[in-house]
């Protein structure tokens, strides 16, 4: 009983340590990089781990297919649909870095205060490019 014990508390140290030393570099290159590029990366992973679950929802469904033929058919569908939803994982990765190039690192955190904006309803402010005319014919606002 005791063997076993120590055995357990051995296991869980190592997968302790694997995660520490598999999860680090991630880390530190995320702590080294922009907050945009951080963001991209992280979407990514987001990304590849939606990728994966989807995958093994749809091979779980592919174990109850009686028919081998249906099986393996369902199986190859699963490969096919995780390998296209790995590619266009990349391809957004791919665009978030370029937008990061483009736009700089600093953090995305716009103010969203109610006050900035305008009740379309009543509009205090009115867009010259659509005049009041505009929204009564969209059914934004009434006339009094």
């Not at 922009?34 to 469904?61: E, M, N, P, W, Y």
């Not at 369902?74 to 490969?79: G, I, K, L, R, Y």
């Not at 490019?129 to 009434?142: A, F, K, N, S």
């Amino acid at each position: 009983m005791k063997s076993i014990k120590v055995l357990t508390s051995h296991v869980v140290g190592v997968a302790v340590v694997l995660i520490s030393v598999l999860a680090a570099p991630g880390l530190l290159f995320a702590q080294s990089s922009g907050f945009c590029t951080q963001t991209a990366k992280l979407l990514f992973s987001a990304c590849g781990a939606q990728a994966q679950d989807d995958f093994l929802v749809a091979r779980a469904i592919c174990v109850n297919e009686s028919e081998q033929s249906d099986r393996a058919q369902c199986n190859a569908d699963a490969q096919a649909s995780r390998d296209e939803s790995k590619q266009l994982c990349q391809e957004q990765l791919d665009g978030r870095l370029d937008a990061c190039q483009s736009l700089g690192e600093n953090r995305y955190d716009p103010e969203f205060e109610p006050a900035l904006f305008d009740n379309p309803k009543n509009p205090t402010k009115p867009n010259p490019l659509l005049p009041v005319e505009g929204w009564l014919h969209m059914g934004l606002c009434r006339r009094k």
